[in-house]
């Protein structure tokens, strides 16, 4: 089968998007199908400018007016169109002359612009890209949701979808695994402030403010007395927001930044670290949680959907407000090392239910059936 991917602009620097178009070129490649992954040109933004002021409007004119041609035209050999990101839905034409799939990761700014709480407030002008991207998901012949909670959302907004929509949830980007103590301590070398010796709870991602980074920080400085260990924080640094409230709970000290690391070191801090804590008040997936797991590092996390969906019984889930509850279970697990254990072993089983491979058959099937019904 010949697929098109549709890929994100790289100066939005969506990191998240961007691994998932490449994971799903190379396992489509792997499955033994044709692949060509599309995606919008810098004509204008040559620097690579991020999406901020004027920038944010040259990169709507790079993505949708300039490298509009150059993707059509690579449509015309496929013979099915997957827009890997529901942000790019306005790829989707009018009358499609090709079956097209939707990935749709989220529906949390969608949401925002209804006037939902999801601590999405996009603007006017944002409000409007959000119809333009509900329009183009209603033209597709299929949206393919990454978990349960989103798929729900989809059902709710996109009222009288005529095409297909499934639930197919997303796998691990990289072979994520246990390493070996030697192999961690090598690689965790490299982060300065961060010793061999120190435990410490890990926090990944970026600062929006759904992400509740601030809970993490609360959580800690509850059971500081107690648990004399660090945070590591990956991906984004902590803003001055966080720093001042870490100052302010007196564990600004305490604090380590690793930004923007490599799989590879991402992979050892998982092994090394006493837990991951994620207590995100609105997400789509969740991918540090499957991540973590498979590294064999335990998940404390909110019990917000479709986290409890994700993490199936192999997490300690506490309400995104109750920093009390995010502490004892970090003082449980640097206290009770059987518990610990336990987790871990469960994590494990999860993550294996996020295999590549599946996720690829899953996509080959639903391809097979907008090609049929085309």
């Known amino acids: 089968m010949k697929v098109l991917l549709i890929g994100n602009y790289a100066p939005d620097r969506q990191e998240s998007m961007l691994r998932y178009a490449h994971m799903m070129r190379d396992g489509l490649l792997e499955a033994g199908h044709e692949v060509t992954l599309a995606t919008p040109r810098q004509v204008l933004n040559t620097s690579g400018r991020p999406a901020a002021g004027v920038w944010k409007w040259v990169g709507y004119l790079d993505k949708f007016v300039l490298s509009a041609g150059e993707i059509a035209r690579a449509e015309r050999d496929a013979d099915v169109v997957h827009v890997c990101d529901h942000g790019n839905a306005m790829y989707v034409p009018e009358k499609p002359r090709k079956p097209y799939v939707v990935t749709c990761h989220d529906l949390l700014a969608v949401r925002g612009a209804l006037g939902e709480n999801t601590d999405v407030v996009p603007s006017l002008t944002g409000r409007q890209f959000q ?159 499957i991540e973590a797991q498979a590294c064999g590092c335990p998940v404390i996390c909110s019990d917000a959907p479709p986290l409890p969906e994700v993490t199936g019984d192999a997490a300690v889930l506490c309400h995104a407000e109750d920093h009390e509850a995010f502490g004892r279970a970090v003082l449980e697990m640097a206290n009770n090392p059987q518990h610990r254990a336990r987790m871990v072993q469960s994590g494990l089983a999860n993550a294996g239910r996020y295999g590549r491979a599946q996720m690829i058959d899953r996509f080959v099937a639903l391809y097979e059936q907008v090609r049929s019904a085309a």
């Open 131 to 289: 119809r333009l991207i509900l329009n183009g998901m209603r033209r597709a012949q299929a949206v393919a949701c990454v978990s349960r909670a989103t798929l729900q959302d989809a059902q709710r907004i996109l009222v009288n979808y005529a095409g297909k929509l499934v639930v197919n949830p997303n796998s691990l980007a990289y072979a994520y695994r246990t390493l070996s103590p030697q192999i961690r301590r090598e690689r965790l070398a490299a982060v300065r402030d961060l010793h061999e010796r120190d435990a410490y709870v890990l926090i990944v991602g970026a600062n929006h403010r759904r992400k509740n980074r601030e809970a993490a920080l609360r959580a800690v400085a509850n059971v500081a007395a107690s648990w004399k260990g660090k945070i590591v924080f990956a991906g984004d640094p902590p803003n001055a927001e966080l720093k001042s409230l870490a100052a302010r709970l007196g564990i600004l000290e305490r604090i380590v930044e690793v930004v923007g690391p490599s799989n590879e070191l991402l992979e050892a801090l998982y092994n090394g670290a006493l837990a991951l804590l994620f207590p995100s008040r609105f997400e789509g997936f969740g991918w540090p949680l």
